[in-house]
């Protein structure tokens, strides 16, 4: 075990494997960056390159890319309100916030210091969970993975604002999500659901077009408004400080990021809840960890531990997401359904062969996960005021380019007109939405965990009738769910005894 | 002289059609998003086409994902233009969804200028193997009921057992709602279901991990399957067997790809004679090897001849048909 763990380093740490997750790395960098240019259509593009190559070689170049792009889309998030990739748009909340205090750079620096414990976390939480992970994998059926994602629906109580009203409104924006989630072709009779008679939407909302619209659209507008730049009128000498700040906040919240990991490699582990959904659990968690009242109003409104949370999220999931890919040759996501193309084309059989007999060379993906953010990291960290330099620019020149990476953005993900309209849609939504004061994570979350709710509930109703309902693990997490929705409650009473 | 006229003759379509496709770019649609195998193909081919055209043109791959690729078939059927430089792959079930008159169908099947087919899909039935049944008669007689995991109608995971659970008299509980075949093979492997139907490309990796056995598969046949008895041969009555047929009649031609309908016949000629070659290039087999998919050329008119076939059903068959079989994926 300990042997394969190191074999799995010595692999990667040969000058080959080395020199091709380089190349990975600054491949990904960018990719992460643009907004809508996804991870996984990269890996589409990428695995040509890799039929000359040695397996360890290829996944250090596959993996080393993509494990850099949840972390660079940090950076588009944070910087600009506009989501770098679907899986780094929790991060705006208040990492755009912070920016818009000036506080880009620290913002800046608590995401990539989170994410890169959190890659490191992720590893090491794998490679303890290797021997049980089969096991654990299996205990997860429909019925688990449906109440799973009731968890997840749980944490709007702690997403929206505190009273009756806030979590009226809170549960209200959830409840639009879930039903924009039912949009397109319905698994189980084939029917359209609110297609409009349109071909586009036979598939359903395209994620990407919809946060685009719903983060960076009342972005654009607000900085179009206030005139000015993103961090407003604040000297210039303020900005650039503080991504040591962020480094440092990472360890004064500590054991936030490190739960906010673990909850990254679980959510990560199990397959076929989606990137998406591990950075939402993070930050719903992130927004329990406020103390009182007064606390809870600064999530949203550029608390850092909103931009911990998520950000250790995100990169730890990414070694989580490998397991079912590799032990069970069951992808977790586009982008490991891609990789495992890779595993036929280098001859590697994934199953259980790859936690005993190759367990050396699946080490050697985990330890690329964590080198590949050692470095960007620290590459980062060599722009990063810089790049945070970017939100004194003034609005009126930061608006088009921003544009244009928006639309962009949102087109790549059908390359149809639709894309646009969606985005400009859901951009008037969003707008709505801040202007009234309702909370869009809720919405988001609601989105996100629509469809795999539906579908495992009505799984696991069609495959076990009620009996479902008396698993163990169901009853765990029902009462989980339980202790998510009372918890901002009990919160509440004490703060008013206090 | 005048055999050198004769010749120049002969030769100048070649050298003209050499002209016309060099230093342009011919462009692959694909039907469906980045990363499946719609996807994958026409990028292998993409790589190994250009060697095979005369003036070698660049081959790039555009994907115009949408409404299970109708959105892609429209497009090339009505919008691009008939220059031979746009190809487009697009899901093998396209036809049903003409047979049954889905909302938004604007192409027609028969008249599209097809190139062929890249490979067929076999569709097979695979079951755990712990299970006691070794064949699908002993599974059919022993009268048990199996659980069978599913994506959704109008996918082969859905339809094929469905049609056997209503002709063939098996005790089949279809359970749908599964996002992909891999999520139906988890719940194999952790009981939750106990079989599955699916491409024999996507199951195979775990008949040989032996984690399923396969029992029956439908018409098109690949190598490694071609002795499992086959659905049509067990139906009951004519009926049933004709919209078994129907069902697996587009699986034959399992990655369709076409041309608009007027393109030239010399462009057309051109394009099958690519595609017949690149598909036998040693770099390319040595590749789709690799990669665990097998590429075998259909040939333009039989495709034509597939649709036209799946077209011309008369309706009461169509009828009966669109009571089990919707389009989808």
Not at chain 1, 259 to 288: E, K
Not at chain 1, 309 to 318: D, F
Not at chain 1, 373 to 391: D, E, G, K, P, S
Not at chain 1, 454 to 459: K, S
Request: with cysteine; proline share 6%.
């Amino acid at each position: 075990m300990i042997e394969a763990l190191f074999e799995g380093l010595l692999l990667v740490l040969q000058w080959k494997p080395l020199v091709f997750m380089l190349a990975g790395i600054a491949l990904g960098f960018w990719v992460g960056l643009l907004p809508g240019l996804g991870g996984a259509t990269t890996l589409a593009l990428m695995l040509p390159f890799v039929y000359a190559m040695q397996p360890v070689e290829a996944f250090a170049f596959l993996l080393g890319m993509h494990a850099v792009v949840a972390t660079t889309g940090d950076i588009t998030s944070v910087l600009f309100g506009v989501p770098g990739e679907a899986t780094s748009a929790a991060v705006i909340l208040d990492g755009h916030a912070m920016a818009k205090k000036g506080e880009a750079g620290r913002a800046l620096g608590a995401a990539l210091a989170s994410s890169l414990v959190g890659a490191i976390v992720g590893a090491f939480a794998l490679a303890v969970a290797i021997p049980m992970v089969r096991p654990l994998v299996l205990t997860f059926g429909s019925p688990e993975l449906f109440m799973l994602a009731i968890v997840g629906i749980a944490f709007i109580a702690s997403l929206s604002a505190p009273g009756p009203r806030g979590m009226m409104r809170g549960f209200l924006a959830g409840g639009f999500g879930l039903l924009c989630a039912t949009v397109g072709q319905d698994p189980q009779a084939g029917i359209a659901r609110y297609t409009f008679d349109t071909l586009y939407l036979w598939g359903g909302l395209d994620l990407v077009p919809v946060l685009v619209g719903v983060f960076a659209i009342p972005e654009i507008i607000d900085l179009a408004v206030r005139r000015g730049s993103i961090a407003g009128a604040l000297p210039d000498g303020r900005i650039s400080k503080g991504a040591l700040e962020g480094v440092k906040d990472t360890f004064r919240h500590f054991w936030l990021t490190i739960r906010c990991s673990l909850i990254g490699t679980f959510i990560g582990i199990m397959p076929g809840m989606g990137g998406s959904v591990a950075q939402w659990m993070a930050y719903g968690h992130a927004a329990q960890s406020a103390r009182n009242a007064e606390e809870r109003k600064g999530f949203g409104a550029g608390d850092v531990r909103g931009v911990l949370g998520p950000g250790a999220a995100n990169n730890s999931k990414e070694g989580g997401s490998l397991i079912p890919t590799i032990a069970f040759g069951v992808p977790g996501s586009t982008a490991m359904a891609i990789l495992l193309g890779g595993f036929f084309l280098l001859g590697l059989v994934p199953g259980p062969d790859m936690l005993t007999k190759h367990l050396p060379v699946t080490f050697s993906m985990v330890w690329t996960i964590v080198i590949a953010n050692i470095v960007t990291v620290l590459v980062c960290f060599l722009f990063l005021n810089q790049l945070a330099r970017l939100t004194a620019v003034r609005g009126a020149v930061l608006i088009p380019a921003i544009l244009v990476l928006v639309f962009i953005g949102s087109y790549t993900s059908n390359n149809h007109y639709g894309d646009i309209l969606i985005t400009l849609v859901f951009g008037a939504i969003g707008f709505l939405m801040v202007m009234g004061g309702w909370p869009r994570a809720p919405f988001v979350l609601g989105m996100v965990l629509g469809k795999i709710a539906e579908n495992y509930l009505y799984i696991s109703v069609a495959r076990y009738e009620a009996a479902w309902l008396t698993r163990p693990v169901v009853l765990v997490l029902a009462a989980i769910a339980v202790a998510v929705i009372l918890y901002p409650l009990l919160q509440r009473r004490k703060a008013v005894h206090a | 002289m005048k055999f050198l006229v004769l010749l120049l003759a002969a030769l100048a379509p070649a050298t003209v059609l050499a002209q016309y496709y060099a230093g342009k770019t011919v462009t692959i649609i694909v039907g469906y998003k980045t990363g499946g195998g719609y996807d994958a193909t026409a990028r292998v081919l993409a790589r190994h086409l250009p060697k095979h055209i005369p003036g070698k043109p660049t081959v790039i791959v555009q994907n115009m994902p949408g409404a299970n690729s109708i959105i892609a078939a429209n497009h090339v059927y009505a919008v691009a233009r008939p220059d031979g430089l746009t190809i487009a792959t697009f899901n093998r079930n396209l036809p049903i969804a003409q047979l049954i008159k889905v909302d938004g169908v604007k192409y027609d099947m028969t008249k599209f200028a097809w190139i062929g087919s890249a490979a067929s899909e076999c569709t097979v039935l695979a079951i755990r193997t712990d299970l006691p049944y070794n064949t699908f008669e002993e599974l059919r007689k022993s009268k048990q009921q199996i659980v069978i995991g599913a994506t959704g109608p109008g996918a082969n995971t859905y339809d094929f057992p469905l049609l056997l659970k209503e002709f063939l008299g098996v005790n089949l509980k279809i359970v749908s709602g599964y996002q992909s075949s891999a999520d139906i093979m988890l719940a194999i492997e952790r009981k939750e279901v106990d079989g599955r139907a699916g491409s024999f490309t996507s199951v195979r990796p775990f008949i040989d991990r032996k984690l399923v056995k396969p029992l029956l598969r439908a018409r098109a046949t690949e190598p490694g399957v071609e002795n499992l008895p086959i659905d049509e041969d067990l139906a009951p009555t004519p009926r049933a067997k004709a919209i078994m047929a129907l069902r697996s009649a587009p699986e034959v031609v399992g990655r369709p790809y076409v041309m608009h309908p007027d393109t030239s016949p010399e462009h057309l000629r051109i394009m099958r004679q690519a595609f017949a070659a690149a598909i036998k290039d040693a770099e390319l087999v040595a590749e789709s090897k690799k990669a665990k998919m097998d590429l075998e050329f259909v040939d333009g008119d039989f495709a034509v001849k597939v649709m036209k076939e799946v077209l011309s059903q008369p309706k009461d068959v169509v009828d009966e048909f669109s009571k089990y079989v919707k389009f989808g994926e």
